[in-house]
């Protein structure tokens, strides 16, 4: 597993300085950064020290450096989650639990192909054109 977030290659003391140096420089709290241009600007940040760190990996490891009160406080978010009906609103917690297992497991999702597949089930259902990162602050908004 070489050269993964994780690997040998670099330690993971490293690897974590990294990523909390890129989440610095990002500047969006951590529910206001996925699929961001932040995000990817993180991203390339953190693959100069881990050149297989994959979206994933990397938004998991910061909710990990969250918990262990790694991560610096960086205020509200940037962005304001989009203004849905009630009835929508239900419909996302409905799938984000089935697909999540609840909606307090929501952290599972982005970068993920079941992101992708509540986020399809939602623009189906309702006929609401969020982006990821809309549907992703919705989302977070309706787990607090």
Known sequence: MSGSLF?????????DEAIVAA????????????YTDEFETLMSEVKKTDDSASHREVFHRLHNLRKAGKLPRLGRGSSTPPSIAYEDQQLL???VAEE?????QRDRLPYTDGFDKVLGAFKNETGLNLTHHDAWRVIAKLAK
């Open 100 to 104: 999540a297992g609840s909606l307090g």
């Open 93 to 95: 917690i409905g799938l």
């Open 7 to 15: 690997g040998d290659d670099v330690s993971r003391a490293a690897k």
């Open 23 to 34: 989440y610095e420089l990002a500047g969006r709290t951590l529910d206001d950064l996925p």
